[in-house]
C-alpha cells in the first residue's frame, strides 16, 4: 500500500531564479519539494511581469526546509523578497 505524502505550502517567492535555486538545495538534502506558479501570463503582464511561486515541501520536512532557505537567505545566495507561508 502506498504511503501519502502531504505537502504544505512554506515559501512564496516571485523571483524564477531564485525558486530554482530553492529547488536544487532542497534536492541536494533530500527533501522533495514542488514549485507551482500562480497567476496568469496576461495578468503578469499588467503586474511588470512576476508570477507567484510557491514552493511545497513535504510535511515532515518543513523545519529543514526552513532552515535551508533562512541560511540561503543569509549567505546572499537567494534574495530576502520571498516570505514563509508557514
Known sequence: ???????????SIYNELDAN?????MEGFNI???IRTLGRERFATDVGGYLEKRIAVEEDKIENARKLINEAIRNGVISKEGKFRV
Open 21 to 25: 535555486v530553492i529547488e536544487s538545495l
Open 32 to 34: 522533495t519539494c514542488s
Open 1 to 11: 500500500m502506498a504511503t501519502r505524502i502531504n505537502f504544505i505550502d512554506l515559501y
